[in-house]
Structures are given as C-alpha cells and as structure tokens.
C-alpha cells in the first residue's frame, strides 16, 4: 500500500466479527476452524504458542483446547479483555508487536500469525524478532492472502482480499521464504491449497457474485459458477488464494 495512511484505526471500526457472548459461544464459532491447528500438530503436541493479532481469539481459543498454552498480541483493547477475562488467555494490548516481543524473556514453540503479517507496518521486523522469539525447533505459521493467485491475476483491483487500505505488504511465495530464511528459518512447508485457502477461494466468489446480483438465491448460484470456472486455474501449483507456510527454527542461538 503506498501510501500508507498515517491513521489506520478507522478502516477497522465494526471489526471483522462482532464479539462473542461467551466463551460458548467463541468455542461454537471457532469449532469450524480447527483445521487451523493441522499444520502445527503435525509438527508440535504442546507447548508455549504465540499468537500475533488474534483478535477475538478463534484460533487462540482452540489452541488452548488443544493443550498449548496460549499468549497473544493484539491490538483492540476490547479483544484484549475478551481474550484475558473470558477466554482465559494472557493477552497483552499492543500496537507494535515486535517491541512486546523483545521485551518477553519467554520462549515460543510455536508462533503464528493468521492473516496478521499483510495488516502490519513493518512486517519484516515482526518476523525478525518472531525468530528470535523461537525455541530451538520452534516453528512459525505465517497464513496471507497469495499475491501469486489465479484470483488476483485475474481480478487484480477487484480481488476482495486486497481489502486496501487495512493490507499493506504482500509477499509473494518466494520473498516470504528469502524474508525467513535470513532470520535462520527453513520452509517445512508451504501451501495454496490447504482447507484455509479454500474458504478465501469460495469468499471471493460469493462476494463478487453479490456486488452482480441482487436476488440472494441466484448470487449463490452464480458463485457457485465462478467458482466451477476458475477450479482449474485455482488448482495450479502456488495459485490457490490463500498461503500457509510453515517455518522452522533449527540452530540453537540467537538468530539476529
């Protein structure tokens, strides 16, 4: 995004989800999201998880459930108190991630950042300090929306996960992996057609089909026709409209 503008904190008013009751009601609504949890498991039971801008807390939520023990970053006070009062999580209120980071003496197994990286202002300076935050093995879940996707080659200005001005940095495939792998971090894997890229697929569709249609019951269908159209280019290798990559920490010192 150039230029960046000087205040963000309008373009977030009415947030992306409206706040929970209960922490019922957040496990209802996290329920349909754990598979967020799979490219972790894989590589980590439990442990100390980081999550950088969760906020109402969904997949911290089912972390926690999942047995790791759970700190967050967030920048909404009112996530904040959710997360700390509700949900039962230590959620620290920040705007600058990195500097919480540098002043934890803790380190993490696992740090993710669920579509948080492409909202940041400095996004390499939160994944330097992320590394540095790391355990020896420790990994890190970076998800963003693929700048390298069959959706944004052919909508370009009109593709939903764009959403100017709150995205400010994209990083195509191949510069998330220079990024990490100069803070010490090897790619264990990296993928654009994971359950996550799926739904930002089927999202950009029904919302391009509602910006054309009216009637509710023919916008479906029409998503449901562009989807089935665009299934053969989305399925090309790196074309899906989400990325999720996993990184690992493997020396046993300070990264920076």
Not at 6 to 32: N, T
Not at 100 to 115: G, N, P, Q, T
Request: with cysteine; glycine share 6%.
């Amino acid at each position: 995004m150039d230029p960046i503008p000087a205040d963000l904190v309008p373009f977030y008013e009415g947030g992306y989800q409206p706040m929970p009751r209960s922490l019922a009601a957040l496990r209802e609504l996290a329920a349909s999201e754990r598979y967020r949890l799979n490219p972790i498991l894989k590589y980590k039971k439990s442990g100390r998880l980081l999550e950088i801008g969760p906020w109402i807390g969904i997949f911290s939520c089912n972390a926690k459930d999942a047995g790791f023990d759970v700190t967050a970053i967030e920048i909404d006070h009112k996530c904040v108190d959710f997360l700390n009062q509700t949900v039962g999580i230590r959620a620290l209120q920040s705007s600058d991630p990195a500097a919480s980071l540098a002043r934890m003496d803790e380190k993490f197994d696992v740090i993710a950042l669920w579509h948080s990286l492409e909202h940041l202002r400095s996004p390499w300076v939160v994944v330097e300090q992320a590394a540095r935050s790391l355990a020896p093995g420790g990994i890190l879940v970076i998800a963003i929306p693929n700048i390298d996707s069959y959706q944004y080659s052919v909508l370009k200005a009109a593709w939903k996960h764009l959403d100017a001005p709150r995205h400010l940095f994209f990083f195509p495939i191949e510069s998330l992996i220079k990024l990490c792998r100069a803070q010490g971090l090897s790619a264990l894997e990296i993928s654009t057609s994971d359950e996550l890229s799926d739904a930002l697929s089927r999202d950009t569709w029904h919302s391009l089909a509602n910006s054309m249609i009216p009637v509710r019951y023919v916008r479906g269908v029409l998503a449901r026709l562009l989807r089935i159209a665009a299934w053969k280019g989305e399925r090309k290798p790196n074309a899906g409209a989400g990325l999720t990559a996993v990184f690992q920490r493997s020396d046993g010192g300070d990264s920076g």
